[in-house]
């Protein structure tokens, strides 16, 4: 029997977990990272130190039965990591699905990393380069850098660093634009005990799309709080709040700006924020959100093959069936996951009733998944056309 401690540590990785990564340049040829930004102590080997890039490493899993949240934090993602074990065949099952993802998500900035170089010969790992070269030949991870290293004896860390840096451009940020961010994880903060007087509000965490957030700013999450009414219908309260402070790390800010992760401390009640109970909402300058859809007209497109699932042998992945009506899939919008009951089929046209609404726009992207064998599994992607939009509150 697992204690709750034991099962957290088997487990730690189901919720999206993400960490800052600064990236130092020694010399100007070697690249080291540190889980936080520090002073170095001067020594002979390392006495000019500069940091060249301070970035935000997701950890995004790759077991089959959490492909919704890898999803959830692709939505953020300027770049990506694909790490494939050295000591097995590529490409695995989940290995061409995370692969789809990526191109559902349009990263354009993929480096490759031929993990646990140090289990395998040499001429193994030649082998394997080739196969991971035919793996992503015509898709849009096509002529990626690949890179053997030892994630435990630091191999080549130092060359991952420096291709983060210089081969991942940092994109350009809109810091006029009203602001908006996607939020991918929320807390409480207060300690159990904690007196009335010493209660703090929750904390909502994620990536600033565009615009600036400050503290003292008044601010709005949509969808807020979702309760049906006497006739059974949806009605979204949206919350307004104020931003009470700005933190990336362990670094109080005054200001926050467009990429990286924030966490933001408002005057929410905790119980709305406790065990990520925001993910999936958009937090942003009051009145200046997108709309709440409860239904979407969605232009979509299904993968030839369905990935993520074992076969035998020489046996083909099984083909993606056509939408029909009625069936149940799963959305990933932004950082929302949620069910949708297909209404309306016609061509490449869906019309889809969402178990939760979400706040998005037309034009954004949408991920689609079918449940297969107990497991969900990306079957396509598609663009909001349409839909049906909900009345929304204004502030008083």
Request: glycine share 8%.
């Given at each position: 029997?697992?204690?709750?401690?034991?099962?957290?540590?088997?487990?730690?990785?189901?919720?999206?977990?993400?960490?800052?990564?600064?990236?130092?340049?020694?010399?100007?040829?070697?690249?080291?990272?540190?889980?936080?930004?520090?002073?170095?102590p001067?020594?002979?080997?390392?006495?000019?130190?500069?940091?060249?890039?301070?970035s935000?490493?997701?950890?995004l899993?790759?077991?089959?039965?959490?492909?919704a949240?890898?999803?959830?934090?692709?939505?953020?993602?300027?770049?990506?990591?694909?790490?494939?074990?050295?000591?097995?065949?590529?490409?695995?099952?989940?290995?061409?699905e995370?692969?789809?993802?990526?191109?559902i998500?349009?990263?354009?900035?993929?480096?490759?990393?031929?993990?646990?170089?140090?289990?395998?010969?040499?001429?193994?790992?030649?082998?394997?380069?080739?196969?991971?070269?035919?793996?992503?030949?015509g898709?849009?991870?096509?002529?990626?850098?690949?890179?053997?290293?030892?994630?435990?004896?630091?191999?080549?860390?130092?060359?991952?660093?420096?291709?983060?840096?210089?081969?991942?451009?940092?994109?350009?940020?809109?810091?006029?634009?009203?602001?908006?961010m996607?939020?991918?994880?929320?807390?409480?903060?207060?300690?159990?005990?904690?007196?009335?007087?010493?209660?703090?509000?929750?904390?909502?965490?994620?990536?600033?799309?565009?615009?600036?957030?400050?503290?003292?700013?008044?601010?709005?999450?949509?969808?807020?709080?979702?309760?049906?009414?006497e006739?059974g219908?949806?009605?979204?309260?949206?919350?307004?709040?104020?931003?009470?402070?700005?933190?990336?790390?362990?670094?109080e800010?005054?200001?926050?700006?467009?990429?990286?992760?924030?966490?933001?401390?408002?005057?929410?009640?905790?119980?709305?924020t406790?065990?990520?109970?925001?993910?999936?909402?958009?937090?942003?300058?009051?009145?200046?959100?997108p709309?709440?859809?409860?239904e979407?007209?969605?232009?979509?497109?299904?993968?030839?093959?369905?990935?993520g699932?074992?076969?035998?042998?020489s046996?083909?992945?099984?083909?993606?069936?056509?939408?029909?009506?009625?069936?149940?899939?799963?959305?990933?919008?932004?950082?929302?996951?949620?069910?949708?009951?297909?209404?309306a089929?016609?061509?490449?046209?869906?019309?889809?009733?969402?178990?939760?609404?979400?706040c998005?726009?037309?034009?954004?992207?949408?991920?689609?998944s079918?449940?297969?064998?107990?497991?969900?599994?990306?079957?396509?992607?598609?663009?909001?056309?349409?839909?049906?939009?909900?009345?929304?509150?204004?502030?008083?």
């Amino acid at each position: 029997m697992c204690t709750f401690l034991t099962y957290q540590k088997l487990f730690h990785l189901i919720s999206l977990g993400y960490n800052y990564t600064p990236s130092e340049l020694v010399f100007g040829t070697l690249l080291r990272s540190f889980s936080q930004y520090r002073r170095l102590p001067c020594q002979p080997r390392f006495c000019d130190v500069e940091l060249c890039q301070y970035s935000v490493r997701l950890a995004l899993q790759g077991h089959d039965i959490l492909m919704a949240t890898m999803l959830n934090g692709a939505a953020i993602m300027d770049g990506a990591l694909l790490l494939i074990a050295s000591n097995e065949s590529c490409p695995q099952p989940q290995t061409s699905e995370h692969l789809a993802a990526v191109e559902i998500m349009r990263l354009k900035h993929i480096i490759i990393l031929q993990n646990k170089i140090d289990l395998i010969q040499e001429s193994v790992a030649i082998n394997q380069h080739e196969s991971i070269q035919k793996f992503i030949q015509g898709t849009i991870a096509d002529g990626a850098p690949v890179v053997p290293i030892s994630a435990q004896l630091k191999y080549n860390v130092d060359v991952v660093c420096e291709y983060i840096v210089n081969k991942i451009p940092i994109p350009v940020r809109d810091f006029v634009a009203p602001p908006n961010m996607i939020v991918i994880r929320s807390f409480d903060v207060n300690k159990p005990g904690a007196e009335v007087d010493d209660i703090k509000g929750g904390v909502a965490g994620g990536s600033i799309l565009r615009g600036v957030l400050r503290v003292g700013q008044k601010i709005e999450v949509r969808p807020g709080i979702t309760t049906k009414d006497e006739n059974g219908g949806v009605k979204c309260t949206p919350i307004f709040s104020r931003i009470v402070s700005l933190f990336t790390e362990a670094n109080e800010l005054q200001f926050a700006v467009p990429g990286g992760l924030i966490g933001v401390g408002t005057t929410i009640d905790p119980t709305l924020t406790r065990a990520d109970r925001l993910v999936g909402q958009v937090l942003g300058e009051v009145g200046e959100l997108p709309d709440v859809f409860v239904e979407l007209e969605v232009n979509f497109f299904l993968l030839r093959r369905l990935l993520g699932v074992r076969t035998k042998g020489s046996e083909k992945q099984g083909k993606v069936s056509k939408l029909t009506k009625s069936e149940v899939l799963m959305l990933n919008i932004g950082s929302m996951s949620t069910g949708a009951r297909v209404i309306a089929v016609k061509n490449d046209l869906a019309k889809l009733q969402l178990t939760t609404p979400v706040c998005t726009s037309k034009g954004e992207k949408v991920a689609l998944s079918r449940r297969v064998e107990k497991h969900w599994r990306l079957i396509g992607w598609g663009q909001i056309q349409a839909g049906v939009v909900i009345d929304i509150p204004q502030a008083a």
